[in-house]
């Protein structure tokens, strides 16, 4: 029986299966098992070749959004109104074959563009080019869903349950589990909050899945089968995303006031590149980037070239070596101006955390 037989023989089980205490062990030893098929599915046999031609691109820039959606959404339109890089458009469905990369220069930043081939119901299980529009996919810093408006809203659920079984987590947090593997002691588990979902014999039947028999859990947040067994696997991408539903111009006011009630998603034309503002500030936030200025000792800061940062990595220590790994060689202090300080300016050390739009002046040792 081929892998793919065996999913699908798991998945009509757990369906079939009712959900209540007394099944749960055997659905979380369900899910484990229906995880490393998928794992195994998606590991690229050896003799398999490289990834396919034209997929792999080379990052550039501060951060990678990609485009994904189904064929003739208007990925490629979008594309080329937004970089003024050309990517075959057509009314003809698999227009763009490989991926085509873009650089959009954005608040001073330089974000890389990809522009996906249309994605097809059963990429997860290898379908079509699938696997390598999905494995580009996991290298994003953010993913935008492109969606036909007009067409049912089906197609959301389609390409968020392939992006699942893939292990690409969309708008998610990564769960709050502590999960260490140790060589004796058998299974040691604690929680500081209460579990809805899991029990004791439900973790044991997930980890005897994995021939784990001695290891220390705790849980952090109300974790379900699922969040252990991301953990378990650890390769596992948690990706934002911005559902932009293409082609509004063919649609009633009364019809986009119900397209702006979806949650994380931006409604735009990309013919009349209507709504391009509000969906570059929704890229912005969701980067989570910050821009940091700099100012040359007795000169005035440069606005024209920030440096752009990571919110989650904007140290001074980040800062400096995003210039040139050299300078914290030679740092004593810092002088900021912005919001990340009391008094304007501050001195302050390689450990202080800097906010948007700073201003820092760095002084070498004497």
């Known amino acids: 029986m081929s892998t793919f037989d065996k999913i699908k023989e798991i ?3 757990m369906a079939r299966t009712q959900k ?24 690229p046999s050896k003799s398999g070749g490289g990834p396919g031609e034209g997929f792999d691109v080379a990052g550039t820039g501060v951060a990678r959004v990609g485009f994904i959606g189904f064929p003739s959404v208007g990925k490629s339109t979008l594309m080329s109104k937004m970089t003024g890089t050309f990517s075959e458009v057509s009314e003809v469905e698999f227009t763009t074959l490989t991926t085509v990369p873009g650089v959009l220069q954005y608040k001073g930043a330089k974000i890389q563009i ?9 990429a997860k299980d290898g379908k079509g080019r699938g696997r390598q529009v999905i494995a580009v996919a996991r290298t994003c810093s953010l993913i935008f869903i492109v969606l036909d408006v007009l067409k049912p809203l089906t197609h959301k659920a389609v390409i968020e349950r392939e992006m699942e079984g893939v292990g690409i987590r969309l708008n998610k947090e990564p769960p709050n589990i502590v999960f ?29 899945e994995y021939r784990i028999a001695s290891a220390d859990i705790s ?29 509004i111009d063919q649609i009633s ?22 709504n391009f503002d509000e969906l570059l500030e929704k890229m912005w936030d969701y980067l989570n980037l910050v821009r940091i200025y700099t100012k ?15 919110r989650d990595r904007a140290s001074l220590t980040d800062f400096c070596n995003t210039i040139h790994k050299g300078i914290l ?20 050390g390689k450990e202080h955390v800097l906010l948007d739009e700073d201003v820092v002046s760095i002084v070498k040792k004497k």
């Open 20 to 43: 209540n205490k007394n099944t749960a062990y055997h659905l979380g030893t369900l899910k484990a098992k229906l995880a490393k098929l998928k794992r195994e599915l998606l590991t």
């Open 296 to 310: 040359p000792k007795g000169q005035l800061p440069d606005y024209t070239a920030p440096v752009v940062l990571k």
């Open 114 to 122: 990809l522009d996906l081939p249309g994605i097809i119901e059963g």
């Open 329 to 348: 060689r030679e740092f004593a202090h810092a002088l900021v101006w912005g919001s990340s300080v009391k008094h304007n300016p501050q001195k302050v």
């Open 253 to 274: 006011i009364e019809e986009l006031d119900l397209v702006y009630k979806i949650p994380h998603a931006v409604p735009i034309s990309a013919h009349h590149e209507w």
């Open 219 to 247: 849980f952090r947040c109300d974790a379900t089968a699922d969040d252990l067994i991301d953990v378990i696997e650890g390769n596992r991408v948690y990706i934002p995303a911005l559902y932009v539903l293409n082609k």
């Open 180 to 208: 260490r593997k140790k060589d004796k002691g058998g299974i040691n588990m604690t929680n500081t909050v209460p579990l809805t979902s899991l029990d004791k014999d439900v973790v044991k039947s997930i980890l005897n």
């Open 11 to 13: 998945e009509t089980e």
